[in-house]
Nanobody
Framework: QVRLVESGGGLVQPGGSLRLACLATRTIFTISPMGWYRQAPGKQQREFVAAFVDGGSPNYAGSVKGRFTISRDNEKSTVYLQMNSLRPEDTAVYYC?????????????WGEGTLVTVSS
């Protein structure tokens, strides 16, 4: 059974930092590029934040580029999202995403999410 478990969310002031972690079942972690999405309050759709693309290079949404960093620890089957210079508009539930190579995107695995609130 595949599981993705996020942690690290919380309340932070504007300009602060948080690091999210996603612990994945090893079978999916070894084959999936892994990534992060978020869903802001009142919005129906999740938006792309960051992910590893083919070849292992990171890709970022324009709104977070230069502030967020995605990384992975292969020994721990964990993917991280380091978030710096946080802004109120970064407030959202952050979801870990694990697409299956070659499969339709509706087959992606998702975690249950972790809430990040940026507020003074």
């Amino acid at each position: 059974q595949v599981r993705l478990v996020e942690s690290g969310g919380g309340l932070v002031q504007p300009g602060g930092s948080l690091r999210l972690a996603c612990l994945a079942t090893r079978t999916i972690f070894t084959i999936s590029p892994m990534g992060w999405y978020r869903q802001a309050p009142g919005k129906q759709q999740r938006e792309f934040v960051a992910a590893f693309v083919d070849g292992g290079s990171p890709n970022y949404a324009g709104s977070v580029k230069g502030r967020f960093t995605i990384s992975r620890d292969n020994e721990k089957s964990t993917v991280y999202l380091q978030m710096n210079s946080l802004r109120p508009e970064d407030t959202a539930v952050y979801y870990c995403n694990a697409p299956l190579p070659g499969a339709p995107r509706d087959k992606d695995y998702w975690g249950e999410g972790t809430l990040v609130t940026v507020s003074s």
